[in-house]
């Protein structure tokens, strides 16, 4: 369990980020067309992978805009985003902002990315979302780099998250 802040109230989420050197965990995730995502399905590539409770909150629309602009040129990197949105809203944001460069992945049917990645928040208002937080995968899956963003109203580190895909 990893205690952060919601407006500086403490609040839980149900378990830790994956360990870095360690294999990322697994995931079935639904895309826009409502298809399947697979972790297995980017590898060989560099995965920056963008945690948030919502895409319709301000900050988690900046972290999604701000790695569709930075990290999705990156070569052989793509950039996820992954909340427990519906995949209509994923497409909707992303029509409406120009989104081209970042594959939205909803949480939604199996809940269990984030049980596995420990980023379902367990206690407070936002209970049964997924916290904000930043996991990058090498190209061989192994966790190279984690933020679990202390304080939901705060951005990433979108410095430290884009080094270290270099």
């Known amino acids: 369990m990893t205690k952060i802040t919601l407006k500086?109230?403490?609040?839980?989420?149900?378990?830790?980020l994956p360990k870095i050197g360690k294999k990322a965990p697994k995931f079935k995730l639904t895309k826009v067309d409502l298809s399947t995502a697979k972790l297995?399905?980017?590898?060989?590539?560099k995965v920056l992978i963008n945690i948030t409770p919502s895409i319709d909150t301000g900050i988690c629309a900046n972290s999604l805009r701000k790695f569709n602009e930075s990290a999705a040129g990156m070569d052989n990197t793509v950039v996820l985003h992954v909340s427990?949105?519906?995949?209509?809203?994923?497409?909707?944001?992303?029509?409406?902002?120009?989104?081209?460069?970042v594959i939205t992945l909803s949480d939604f049917i199996t809940k269990k990315f984030g049980r596995r990645y420990g980023v379902t928040i367990k206690t407070g208002p936002m209970k049964g979302l997924l916290s904000r937080a930043v996991v990058i995968v090498d190209e061989n899956g192994v966790v190279t780099y984690t933020e679990q963003v202390p304080e939901i109203a705060q951005e990433p580190d979108y410095e430290a998250a884009l080094e270290a895909l270099k």
């Open 8 to 16: 500086g109230n403490q609040i839980k989420t149900i378990g830790k």
């Open 84 to 101: 427990k949105d519906l995949p209509f809203a994923h497409s909707r944001f992303c029509a409406a902002e120009g989104i081209e460069n």
């Open 40 to 45: 297995k399905d980017f590898k060989g590539k």
